[in-house]
């Protein structure tokens, strides 16, 4: 049987190197020679068949008919599509990365064909399993080479587009969030309770965070509201608590009136059993002599003898 002559001859096979001292140097031919020539340049060509159809990287006959390619050159991309990938979990010495990537196919826009390349996801974790964002269909660009010589390693490797900004939103929050509760608390050390409008929505925002969290966008714009509000949702408590003036009491959103979010506070002045949903209440303030820059001043808020407000009108702040 032929496979066990290829067993017998197998030990026979001695492993062979091709080498080229010094380097092999080749001529590309025109059709790769521009393409690497418009790497270098910071820009991907494909060439177009005679059937219209846009080769990555360009070739000099289309493989489907066999005749020549047209001279037209094509800029494509240089953003793509991922058409498929593996992952790479250790990369090895030779890889263009030495963290875990994937191998891509990328079609270029523009292209019917698509190239391969690295897509670097940004796992450093040698081991690491592909991240569940990596999908076919993801939208990637390359990230070029400052220094470039006309070979496919212009581009270290593509990347995914950028879809989302995490930390710089961030900080902005945090920072501006510091300064619009001092603000706040300001207000409330002068009995009055200060929200910010968002230019976008419209919603007014108390205590304000210095962001609308519906849109994103820094607020400024101060409102001041009124200390009166409707219960949209409560919690019943059991264990002491040294604000509360007794157990059990009851913590609830408030939606002040003129507000587009709730606030946390304590609901008393009524047995906790009697607390509802769209019950309408009011701040009760310490005395003034006792008031400083803390939302203690505010003890509690109290019930108001207002009918309760419908749930519909309630729905959308719970
Ligand atoms: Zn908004």
Redo the contacts with the bound molecule.
């Keep these: 049987m032929p496979s066990e002559a290829t067993e017998a001859a197998e030990p026979a096979a001695p492993n062979h190197v091709l080498e080229f001292p010094g380097g092999y140097t080749r001529s590309v031919g025109p059709v790769i020679g521009r393409f690497l020539s418009e790497l270098r340049d910071g820009r991907l060509v494909g060439v177009r068949t005679r059937e219209g159809r846009v080769l990555v990287p360009p070739t000099e006959y289309d493989p489907d008919t066999g005749e020549d390619v047209t001279a037209e050159f094509v800029e494509v991309g240089p953003a793509g599509t991922v058409t498929t990938w593996s992952w790479v979990a250790r990369p090895g010495r030779t890889h263009p990365l030495d963290r875990p990537f994937a191998w891509a196919l990328i079609r270029p826009d523009g292209a019917d064909t698509a190239l391969l390349h690295a897509l670097d996801l940004g796992v450093f974790e040698v081991g690491a399993e592909a991240p569940r964002f990596l999908k076919t269909g993801m939208r990637v660009r390359p990230k070029w080479r400052a220094e470039r010589t006309g070979a496919i390693g212009d581009i270290e490797c593509f990347r995914p587009e950028v879809t989302m900004i995490g930390a710089p939103s961030r900080l902005e929050y945090r920072l501006k969030g510091g300064r619009a509760m001092d603000r706040f608390l300001e207000g409330v050390s002068e009995g009055r309770l200060i929200g910010h409008r968002?230019?976008?929505?419209?919603?007014v925002?108390v205590p304000m965070k210095g962001l609308?969290?519906?849109?994103g966008?820094p607020?400024t714009e101060e409102v001041e509201l009124p200390d009166t509000g409707t219960v949209t949702t409560y919690a019943v408590n059991n264990l002491p608590d040294p604000r509360a003036p007794e157990v059990p009491f009851v913590s609830a959103y408030i939606l002040l009136d003129g507000a587009?979010l709730t606030m946390l506070a304590l609901v008393a002045g009524l047995p906790a059993d009697q607390v509802r949903m769209g019950m309408r209440v009011r701040a009760a303030w310490r005395p003034r002599e006792e008031w400083g820059r803390t939302m203690a001043n505010i003890k509690w808020f109290e019930p108001l003898d207002e009918p309760d407000v419908p749930f519909d009108a309630i729905k959308d702040y719970l």
């Excluded at 968002?198 to 919603?203: A, F, I, K, L, R």
């Design positions: 968002c230019d976008v929505c419209g919603q925002i609308c969290p519906r849109d966008v607020t587009g």
